[in-house]
């Protein structure tokens, strides 16, 4: 089953607008009768993110951060 709720509607009853997303219902936000948003529910990722993940595959240079006179003075100017 679809639900279309205008903007009002949608403040006035969120709970329960989303319980019947939970339950498997769609539902429509819509302004003066047009379509805005659907709302949907919450999909987490499917497993947690591990960091290190690239670790050893990334080279950073020694003097990644030193500064260029070159790009200084393109910036300042001098």
Do not use: C
């Not at 047009?34 to 290190?52: A, D, F, W």
């Not at 240079?61 to 100017?77: K, Q, T």
């Amino acid at each position: 089953m679809m639900h279309n709720a205008n903007i009002h509607e949608a403040k006035t009853h969120l709970s329960k607008l989303i319980e019947a997303v939970l339950a498997g219902e769609k539902v429509i936000i819509s302004r003066a009768g047009k379509p805005l948003v659907r709302l949907v529910p919450y999909e987490g990722l499917s497993q947690p993110r591990t960091p290190g993940g690239w670790e050893g595959q990334i080279k950073i240079a020694d003097d990644f951060d030193a500064e260029s006179p070159e790009i200084n003075a393109l910036f300042y100017g001098e």
